[in-house]
């Protein structure tokens, strides 16, 4: 069984501050990892994946993300938060086969001007 | 390229009526799902299909659920009868490679409100 928690459901930073959003997975097999975004009345836009690849991925709107096998982390970062960053992220994982995701109970990320 | 659509967008019910929700993922992708997300959480996979063949429905309340995928292309997902606790969004989703690691675009979502 695979599984994902985020720690803390809600982050608040300051315009210009880094975001940093945690995630720790638990897996029985080498995983694959992914960050989604999901703006208000919208769905999910996938922000990066880790597919065994480069352990750090970089995704869009300035994201990246480092996999840590020894911390079983996948923790997301951007060096200088954006008020249009404001929205609720998603960690989530899947096994080689199939492609199902499971995800985490998601962080909101509040952005103060 | 358009992206996956939903419809309707918001559905109000009283419970134990019936209800469901269209989904036309994007041209040539292989795979479909269905997420329900509750108010709070992260989205849960209810079924996964695979064209027309239905690959993973373990999280489906097969007692009230039910799930189809037509010629492989369009699905709907019909809830009889709902009950209060089925109040959430419903996401498809749909990946272009069948039975590998890909990336799943999702729908704008369908929220379902059960009184």
């Known amino acids: 069984a695979q599984s994902v928690t985020q720690l803390g459901s809600h982050v608040s930073v300051s315009e210009g501050a880094l975001v940093l959003l945690r995630c720790n997975y638990s897996?029985?097999?080498?995983?694959?990892l992914f960050w989604y975004v999901q703006y208000p009345n919208q769905g999910l836009q996938l922000l990066l994946k880790?597919?065994?690849?480069?352990?750090l991925v970089k995704g869009i709107n300035g994201f990246e993300a480092e996999f840590k096998k020894s911390e079983t982390s996948f923790h997301l970062t951007k060096p200088s938060a954006h008020m249009s960053d404001a929205a609720e992220y998603f960690c989530?994982?899947?096994?080689?086969?199939?492609?199902?995701?499971?995800f985490g109970g998601g962080t909101r990320l509040m952005v103060k001007p | 390229e358009a992206g996956v659509a939903q419809s309707p967008r918001y559905k109000i019910i009283e419970k134990r009526q019936s209800v469901a929700f269209w989904c036309n993922p994007i041209?040539?992708?292989?795979?479909l799902y269905w997420y329900q997300q509750i108010l709070g959480q992260g989205p849960k996979l209810l079924i996964q299909?695979?064209?027309?063949?239905?690959?993973?429905d373990s999280q489906l309340p097969k007692d009230r659920f039910s799930a189809e995928r037509l010629k492989g292309v369009d699905s709907t997902l019909k809830i009889q009868p709902a009950k209060l606790e089925d109040s959430a969004v419903y996401l498809c989703?749909?990946?272009?490679?069948?039975?590998?690691?890909?990336?799943?675009?999702f729908g704008p979502g369908t929220r379902l409100t059960v009184l």
């Open positions: 897996s029985s097999v080498p995983p694959y």
């Open positions: 299909f695979q064209n027309n063949g239905v690959v993973d």
């Open positions: 041209s040539g992708h292989a795979t």
């Open positions: 989530a994982v899947s096994r080689n086969a199939g492609n199902m995701l499971t």
């Open positions: 880790y597919t065994s690849a480069a352990t």
């Open positions: 989703a749909s990946s272009l490679v069948a039975g590998a690691v890909d990336t799943q675009y």
